[in-house]
């Protein structure tokens, strides 16, 4: 797992110094993979953001104090500062061995095009002699308005009196039905309520079977997790490779549950890859819960033998609960565990 800081340049805007921690394979021939969470798409040679992955090249770096660390510009700086809302996971890749880590941006890096907001404008060219403008004609008169109509003449009082005076036109009263003998109305009650009592007794033994099928289902009767499901289904985990499993499974956006049932399923498959993938692109969406349990896996006091993680590591669990303290400022665990690996 690697650890990758962006920090400002020397250089100015649209440059950043990047520092990698963890990588273990040499300095040349290096390609680098960026993909954001929001969307899950990939940093382009083009600029733009597309749905497959591409890698891009990079140069210069060496390596100082055991960090890979070197000079990047415009090409990777401008499109991570228009995403500063986004988190991004990178993928450093030599030969056939590729390695991950979360980008953190530290202090205000800035594009290129804040450098070519600072350039002084060009002095305005002198304005032109006045012009004379002859006086413009007096406009003619408007023309007077036409009187509108004046309304009709209301009617006479004594046509008014007259109206009043009709009397109206008597209305006959509705016609009322007797009400039926009371033995019959008695007598037609009853057919209802044995309907309804009838109708509830089904419903009841309905309701019965399904939670009595439901509970059988819960308690592990089929083998089966019942919040893995779908593209995150242990078919789906067979069929496909590491990376387009993780795809079609976040697409189908899990719930927290769900997410550490895949873990864990993988896990069981030894697909570590996934396992890794997972942890990372959720911790860094901003999923706390994902991040804290991401640090225990590295965290020496919690690190179990046999998993996908090889050996603890206290610098690695402390980016994950730094990352859990930017989205929980007041996770009293990430922040005792963090004073207790720190030196």
């Known amino acids: 797992m690697l650890r990758i800081e962006l920090h400002p340049s020397a250089r100015g805007?649209?440059?950043?110094?990047i520092k990698i921690k963890g990588w273990?394979?040499?300095?040349?021939?290096?390609?680098?993979?960026?993909?954001?969470?929001?969307?899950?798409?990939?940093?382009?040679?083009?600029?733009?953001?597309?749905?497959?992955?591409?890698?891009?090249?990079?140069?210069?770096?060496?390596?100082?104090?055991?960090?890979?660390?070197g000079t990047v510009g415009p090409w990777l700086i401008d499109p991570l500062v228009k995403n500063s809302q986004s988190q991004f996971r990178l993928e450093l890749k030599c030969g056939s061995h590729v390695d991950v880590g979360g980008v953190l941006i530290r202090g205000n890096i800035l594009s290129s095009e804040a450098?070519?907001?600072?350039?002084?404008?060009?002095?305005?060219?002198?304005?032109?002699?006045?012009?004379?403008?002859?006086?413009?004609?007096?406009?003619?008169?408007?023309?007077?308005?036409?009187?509108?109509?004046?309304?009709?003449?209301?009617?006479?009082?004594?046509?008014?009196?007259?109206?009043?005076?009709?009397?109206?036109?008597?209305?006959?009263?509705?016609?009322?039905?007797?009400?039926?003998?009371?033995?019959?109305?008695?007598k037609?009650?009853?057919?209802?309520?044995?309907?309804?009592?009838?109708?509830?007794?089904?419903?009841?033994?309905?309701?019965w079977f399904f939670l009595l099928k439901d509970k059988s289902t819960l308690s592990g009767d089929n083998g089966a997790n019942p919040s893995v499901v779908g593209e995150c289904s242990v078919e789906s985990l067979n069929d496909l490779d590491d990376l387009l499993f993780v795809q079609g499974c976040l697409r189908s956006a899990p719930d927290p549950d769900a997410v550490f049932a895949v873990i864990d399923m993988a896990k069981q498959a030894e697909r570590c890859g996934v396992v890794q993938r997972i942890y990372a692109f959720k911790a860094q969406g901003g999923d706390a819960d994902v991040a804290l349990?991401?640090?225990?896996?590295?965290?020496?006091?919690?690190?179990?033998?046999?998993?996908?993680?090889?050996?603890?590591?206290?610098?690695?669990?402390?980016?994950?609960?730094?990352?859990?303290l930017e989205r929980d400022a007041e996770n009293a665990f990430a922040k005792e565990r963090i004073q207790a690996l720190r030196p």
């Open 188 to 207: 037609s009650k009853w057919p209802w309520v044995l309907g309804v009592l009838l109708l509830l007794a089904i419903l009841a033994g309905l309701a």
């Open 115 to 186: 450098a070519r907001s600072t350039v002084p404008p060009e002095p305005a060219p002198p304005a032109p002699p006045p012009v004379s403008v002859p006086e413009p004609e007096p406009e003619p008169p408007a023309p007077e308005p036409i009187p509108e109509p004046e309304p009709p003449a209301p009617e006479p009082e004594e046509e008014k009196e007259a109206q009043e005076a009709e009397p109206p036109t008597p209305v006959p009263p509705p016609v009322v039905e007797p009400p039926a003998a009371e033995p019959t109305q008695k």
């Open 13 to 17: 805007p649209g440059y950043g110094d």
């Open 24 to 69: 273990s394979q040499g300095e040349d021939d290096l390609e680098l993979s960026i993909q954001r969470n929001q969307d899950e798409r990939y940093l382009a040679v083009s600029g733009d953001w597309t749905t497959s992955q591409e890698w891009h090249s990079i140069a210069g770096l060496s390596f100082t104090d055991e960090l890979l660390q």
């Open 293 to 324: 349990a991401y640090g225990k896996e590295y965290d020496p006091k919690y690190h179990q033998e046999g998993g996908c993680i090889d050996k603890p590591d206290g610098e690695t669990a402390i980016y994950w609960y730094e990352m859990v």
